[in-house]
């Protein structure tokens, strides 16, 4: 199979003042990704939807917008004026095609088609709680100097983050915010390290800061986020597990929608422009942007999703801000001629399509400026569910493989964390290995506190240590089946980027 170049790396060499919608204007086009799911037709049967109007971002535009949103039957809900995004609600079931004839928008979408109960993290499988006769059990193999469950944290010890600890814990100064489904802030492990000051519940695209809006609305079912922020910060207490960079701090920004669970852009954007504003130094993005796994650029709505999130990261990234994005769990070759899309819209029924990664974008994943993480297990080697890619991936870290056991006390290949509820437990997905990322970079940032994003990401680069593709055929679950080919060399390849993290080299 042909890799061509991938677009997402042409996109960077574009002045960041532009949109993505700009950027990727002069790319050629392509017949319909799919029979999509008209907005107009579901908001006859779902009445109000959501929609992103995206603008240029002069004071005169933003008025006469304004007024014709009203005029064509919306409600404004949020006005993101420094990057030209309203997020509004309408139940004309033309909105969408009236509004994208106005002078100055430039890209106008429905954010949603209809309800459906989902979830679009990045975790794989169900999570394995640790009950109270494995924490004891695992308690009694911990070290001198080692939190009473860190026997089990084998991810720690394969990028250097146990050793790095010790000569460089992180800074307070610095913080990493958990956009997902909220975070358990009274954790023990977490509570340390949580700035509530960062944090915001930014579900309907207007940020929330009072108190406790961040946490997790069924903390049974929304434990995701409080998982990832313990694997970047848990603190080194006595306590439990440890993260990556115990000594900076962590922010949660709830964006998960309460009735379905799913991440819709107006959400995500509400984050990044909050997170910026609110001097967070790193974003964690394990998930992907709700209801479309891929948002495809010849569609209108798909088309303005993708540009409404990615002027809300580049704003983040002007502002100083590095976002970090896992890969996704499908085993896809994002840099491949097609791909097979069964999932999307997943807030209705999925339709089948077909999608050139190349034109079609997993958001914010395959955003200019992002790093983007695949995932590992304890030997290694790419998880057998990690999304991979030639000139995607940039760097990889351990995200659990339960086909590969560790010689732990409780023999478990997932990641052990920090859950709701003053609980752990094991999760496995590259919703885990962005986090390990974000810890390495924080503690990157903590090393070099005037580094800007884009010299993170180039340190984040410099210090991965980077194993080659597989001599032999990849076969991840050991079914016998090949079920994915690695492209490129020991510098660079589609697998791992430049490599697996190193948080010991971060600090030396």
């Not at 990641?415 to 986090?435: D, E, H, K, R, V």
Request: proline share 6%; glycine share 10%.
């Amino acid at each position: 199979m042909a890799h061509l170049r991938s677009r997402r790396r042409l996109a960077l060499a574009v002045p960041v003042v532009l949109s993505l919608t700009a950027s990727l204007g002069f790319l050629p086009s392509v017949a319909s990704a799919a029979p999509r799911v008209a907005a107009d037709a579901a908001a006859d049967s779902a009445g109000t939807l959501s929609y992103v109007v995206n603008t240029r971002t002069d004071h005169g535009t933003i008025a006469s917008v304004q007024r014709a949103i009203t005029a064509h039957g919306g409600t404004i809900v949020a006005t993101y004026a420094r990057i030209g995004v309203f997020v509004v609600h309408s139940a004309n079931p033309d909105f969408g095609k009236e509004i994208r004839e106005v002078r100055g928008v430039q890209s106008a979408g429905a954010t949603r088609t209809a309800p459906l109960s989902a979830a679009g993290t990045t975790e794989e499988g169900a999570v394995q709680y640790l009950s109270q006769a494995q924490a004891a059990q695992v308690t009694q193999g911990a070290a001198a100097g080692e939190e009473p469950l860190e026997a089990d944290q084998w991810d720690l010890r394969a990028i250097g983050a146990d050793k790095a600890a010790k000569t460089n814990p992180g800074s307070r100064n610095v913080t990493v915010a958990v956009i997902d489904t909220g975070v358990d802030d009274t954790h023990p492990d977490l509570a340390p390290n949580f700035s509530r000051s960062q944090s915001a519940n930014c579900v309907g695209g207007v940020a929330d800061t009072s108190e406790g809006a961040w946490r997790p609305y069924n903390p049974a079912e929304d434990y995701h986020g409080t998982h990832v922020a313990g694997e970047i910060a848990a603190a080194r207490n006595g306590i439990g597990v440890a993260g990556v960079a115990p000594g900076v701090k962590v922010a949660g920004i709830k964006v998960s929608d309460p009735k379905d669970g799913l991440f819709y852009p107006e959400n995500v954007v509400c984050a990044f422009v909050f997170a910026a504003d609110h001097g967070v130094e790193i974003t964690n993005n394990s998930y992907y942007v709700d209801p479309w796994l891929y948002n495809c650029m010849d569609d209108p709505d798909q088309r303005a999703i993708v540009d409404a999130v990615n002027r809300a990261q580049q704003y983040a990234q002007r502002k100083g801000t590095l976002n970090v994005a896992s890969a996704g769990n499908s085993n896809d070759d994002l840099d491949s001629d097609a791909l097979v899309d069964d999932s999307s819209p997943d807030d209705a029924t999925p339709v089948t399509r077909t999608i050139d990664p190349h034109e079609c974008f997993d958001v914010p994943t395959q955003l200019p400026g992002v790093v983007t993480v695949s995932a590992t297990g304890v030997t290694g080697a790419k998880s057998y569910y990690s999304s991979y890619g030639l000139g995607v991936v940039d760097v990889a870290a351990p995200g659990g493989d339960k086909y590969k056991i560790p010689d732990t006390p409780s023999k478990n290949g997932r990641i052990l964390s920090t859950m709701p509820n003053n609980q752990y437990g094991f999760l496995q997905g590259t919703s885990m290995a962005s986090p390990h990322v974000a810890g390495v970079a924080a503690l990157l940032k903590s090393a070099h506190p005037h580094a800007t994003p884009a010299q993170l990401r180039a340190l984040l680069k410099a210090q991965a240590d980077n194993p080659g593709c597989p001599a032999g055929p990849y076969d991840g679950d050991g079914d016998g089946v090949v079920d994915a080919t690695c492209v490129g060399g020991e510098r660079v390849n589609g697998f791992y980027g430049f490599g697996i993290v190193d948080a010991l080299r971060a600090v030396e």
